[in-house]
């Protein structure tokens, strides 16, 4: 597979309009689509990166972080279990764990800020990317320095004498 960077965005579309229609219409099939949609937004970054050789692992972290929320939510009709929260705590999205309780070891706990296990893979994800783009980033500017010739602009002047005596 092989995509432009620019087209990245187009992706992102889908995503955001799906995401838009589950918190307006909750189902498991808005929630499934979502979350498809997001594990392959995922891979197809890792791809992009992968072709400019960056590692992508922080994206498989990010992927396998959707697939477990998408995993719990899909198994919970649509909704995500909050461990901590009171029977009958509901939203668009979110359910108390006493209501809908698959896989709560998935589940967000309000212990931890309301974070789920598959959101810790893809904070971390996000971060491991960062940081590969901002090393290969720094490698790139640093290798496109080294190859320009000492005359170019700027280049300060040499104003050491070269020449053998």
């Known amino acids: 597979m092989s995509m432009k960077p620019k087209y990245l965005a187009l992706l992102l579309i889908p995503l955001l309009t799906l995401r838009v229609a589950w918190g307006a219409w909750p189902s498991i099939w808005l929630c499934a689509a ?3 949609s997001a594990v392959t937004l995922a891979a197809v970054w890792a791809d992009l990166l992968a072709q400019r050789a960056i590692h992508p ?3 498989i972290l990010v992927g396998v972080g959707a697939a477990l929320n998408g995993t719990v939510m899909v198994a919970n009709d ?3 279990p909050v461990i901590g929260k009171p029977e009958g705590f509901q939203t668009a999205i979110w359910v108390s764990a006493e209501t809908h309780g698959n896989l709560l070891f998935l589940a967000d706990r309000m212990a931890l800020g309301g974070v789920s296990p598959g959101d810790i893979f893809i904070g971390i994800g996000m971060l491991v990317s960062l940081a590969a783009g901002i090393a ?3 490698v790139r500017r640093a290798l496109r ?3 320009r010739p000492a005359s170019s602009p ?3 002047p040499s ?3 070269e020449t053998p005596h």
């Open 145 to 147: 320095i080294e190859a």
């Open 34 to 36: 979502f979350w498809l």
């Open 159 to 161: 104003f050491v004498d």
């Open 136 to 138: 290969h980033w720094r």
């Open 154 to 156: 700027g280049h300060a």
């Open 78 to 80: 649509g909704y995500m």
């Open 57 to 59: 692992r922080g994206l």
